[in-house]
C-alpha cells in the first residue's frame, strides 16, 4: 500500500515490515550506546549502586513507550511527535513539538560522530586525535552516513541488522565472560554508593545518575516517524517501540551487572581517576588484544544509531515539508525517483549535522548541545503525552487498534508525570559556579532557549501557512463530522 504525497504524484512506498521497524527502534537506542555512553558518568554519580537507576529508568521510559503506541496508533502518520501534537493541541502546538524534535535528533547525530572519531585512535593503537584532526575525522563520518542514507531502504535494512546482532551477540557474550571469570564484586555492593555523592545521594547521587540513563534510553519512539512507510503501522509500531525498549533494557541491565561487578576500583572510578571504567574494566580484564574489538564493536553501534536518525528525523523534515510549513519546503518534500524517499530532506540533515560538528571548536559549546539534545528528548515527549493526558480527561480521546483499556489514563499519567521530572532533573543546575562556568550548569536551558529562538524567528516567517493548514484540517474534520480523523488522506492539507 503507498501513501498519496501532497508534493505531486510521488508516493511514499510501505517499504518495512514488523521486523524492519523492531530493528530501526532497538539500533537507535543500541544497548552499547545506551550503557557505554553513560556507564562512568552514573558511577560517578551514584556508585555500585547507580546499577538500580537503569532498572527504573526502564520501567518509567515503558510507561512513555505505550503511551507514544496508543498515539501512532490512532495517527500513524509520517512526522511522529509533529503530527500528533497538531492533532491534540493545534498547528502552532505540533509545529514547535516537530521543531524541537528536529534539532534534537541532528544534534544527537552529530554527538555520535564525534564519538565515533574518539573511538577510533584506541581502535587502531595510534595516539589520540587533535581537536581539529578529530572534527575532520567526524565530518567524514557525517559524510559517509549521509551517502549510505541516500543509496536506499536495502542498505539501511542489512546495516541496521548487522548491527543488532553483532550488538546483542557482543554485549551478551562480552558480559557473560566478566560475570563468570572476571569479578571483582559481591552482589551486596548493589546497595551502597562506594563514597558517590559526597553523602548526598539520593538527590547529587542515584537522581542525577537517572537522568543520564533516561537520556541513555531514549530514541526508541523515532521509527514512529517513519509510519507511512511501514507495513499496517497502526499496530506494528507500538509492538516495535515497547519490544525494542524492553529488549535493550534486558541487554543493558545484565551488561550494566557485569561491568559493575568487574570493577576492581570504585574509588577511583568516583574520583574521576579513572574516566572510563567501561573501557578500563574490559582493557584490565581481557587484554588490550580483545578491548579493541570491543572498540570496533562501539562504533559499530554508535554508526548505527548515527544512520537510523538520520533516515527518521528527514521524514520529520519531509512531513513539515509537505505541509509548507517549513522555508524550502517546496524543495524539502521532493521525494526520490527511484525508492520514494527525502532525499533533499536526508541531504539537510547532514548539512546541519555538519554545521553543529563545527561548533565543537569549543568543548564547552558543544556540551551545551549535547546537553541541550537530552532535554530536547523529554520536552518533546512532553509535548505530546502532557497533551494526550489532557485529552484523555477531557473525555475527547478515541483509541486506534492498540489501546490500553482502563490502564490508559493511568499510565499515561505516570508517564507525563515521569517526564516533567526528568526536564526539571536535566536542566537543574548540580554545581552553578563552582567547578564549570554557569552556562555550562545551565546547558540545557540556554541549549533549549537556543533552539527556541531559532524556533521563534522560523515560525514567524511560516506563520500564515500553519495557520492555513490549520483551517484546511479543521474543515476536513467538519466535513468528516469528527473531531480528528485516522485517515492517512487526511495527512497531507495543503
Not at 524492553?246 to 561487578?261: C, D, E, F, R
Request: hydrophobic share 55%; aromatic share 10%.
Amino acid at each position: 500500500m503507498s501513501h498519496q504525497s501532497s508534493s505531486g504524484s510521488m508516493t511514499l512506498k510501505r517499504q518495512f515490515r514488523m521486523r524492519d521497524a523492531f530493528t530501526i527502534a532497538f539500533v537507535f537506542i543500541s544497548p552499547i550506546v545506551a550503557l557505554y555512553a553513560v556507564f562512568g558518568l552514573v558511577m560517578q554519580a551514584a556508585g555500585p549502586a547507580g546499577w538500580w537507576a537503569f532498572a527504573v529508568v526502564l520501567v518509567l521510559q515503558l510507561l512513555i513507550a505505550l503511551s507514544l503506541g496508543v498515539l501512532v496508533s490512532r495517527w500513524p502518520f509520517q512526522g511522529g511527535s509533529y503530527q500528533w501534537a497538531r492533532r491534540l493541541v493545534g498547528e502552532s502546538y505540533g509545529w514547535a513539538a516537530g521543531w524541537a524534535y528536529i534539532w534534537t535528533i541532528i544534534i544527537v547525530i552529530a554527538s555520535n560522530a564525534y564519538a565515533i572519531a574518539s573511538f577510533i585512535p584506541p581502535l587502531l593503537g595510534i595516539p589520540d586525535f587533535s581537536l581539529i584532526e578529530h572534527i575532520a575525522v567526524a565530518l567524514v563520518i557525517l559524510v559517509a552516513t549521509t551517502a549510505l542514507n541516500l543509496i536506499g531502504p536495502v542498505v539501511l535494512k542489512i546495516l541496521t541488522r548487522l548491527s543488532l546482532a553483532a550488538e546483542v551477540v557482543g554485549s551478551i557474550v562480552l558480559a557473560t565472560v566478566l560475570l563468570i571469570w572476571h569479578r571483582e564484586q559481591p552482589l551486596s555492593i548493589l546497595f551502597t554508593s562506594g563514597g558517590a555523592a559526597d553523602g548526598d545521594y539520593l538527590w547529587g547521587g542515584f537522581i542525577l545518575a537517572m537522568g543520564f540513563v533516561g537520556f541513555g534510553f531514549a530514541g526508541f519512539e523515532t521509527v514512529c516517524s517513519m509510519a507511512e512507510e511501514i507495513d499496517r503501522p497502526e499496530k506494528n509500531l507500538p509492538k516495535a517501540i515497547v519490544g525494542a525498549l524492553a529488549t535493550i533494557g534486558i541487554v543493558v541491565l545484565y551488561s550494566s551487572l557485569a561491568l559493575v561487578l568487574s570493577t576492581p576500583d570504585f574509588g577511583a572510578v568516583i574520583t574521576g581517576a579513572i574516566v572510563d571504567p567501561a573501557a578500563n574494566n574490559i582493557t584490565e580484564s581481557l587484554g588490550p588484544g580483545i578491548a579493541q574489538p570491543f572498540f570496533g564493536l562501539v562504533i559499530i553501534g554508535f554508526a548505527a544509531s548515527m544512520l537510523t536518525a538520520q533516515t527518521s528525523i528527514s521524514r520529520v523534515i519531509w512531513s513539515f515539508s509537505r505541509d509548507g510549513v517549513l522555508p524550502a519546503s517546496r524543495f524539502m518534500a521532493k521525494l526520490s525517483q527511484k525508492h520514494r524517499t527525502p532525499n533533499r530532506a536526508i541531504i539537510v540533515v547532514g548539512v546541519l549535522a555538519i554545521v553543529i560538528t563545527l561548533l565543537a571548536f569549543s568543548e564547552q559549546v558543544y556540551a551545551t548541545l549535547v546537553a541541550a539534545a537530552a532535554g530536547g528528548f523529554f520536552v518533546t515527549m512532553g509535548l505530546v503525552v502532557v497533551a494526550l493526558f489532557a485529552r484523555i480527561v477531557s473525555k475527547k480521546w478515541h483509541a486506534g487498534p492498540f489501546s490500553l483499556g482502563v490502564f490508559t489514563l493511568p499510565v499515561v499519567a505516570a508517564a507525563a508525570a515521569w517526564i516533567v521530572f526528568e526536564v526539571i532533573n536535566l536542566a537543574w543546575p548540580r554545581s552553578p559556579g563552582e567547578e564549570v562556568p554557569w552556562y555550562v550548569s545551565w546547558s540545557v536551558p540556554i541549549g533549549l532557549a537556543g533552539i527556541a529562538l531559532v524556533g521563534l524567528v522560523v515560525w514567524l516567517s511560516v506563520r500564515d501557512r500553519i495557520r492555513a493548514v490549520n483551517r484546511d484540517l479543521h474543515e476536513h474534520h467538519q466535513i468528516a463530522g469528527e473531531e480528528d480523523t485516522n485517515s492517512a488522506e487526511s495527512v497531507a492539507t495543503s
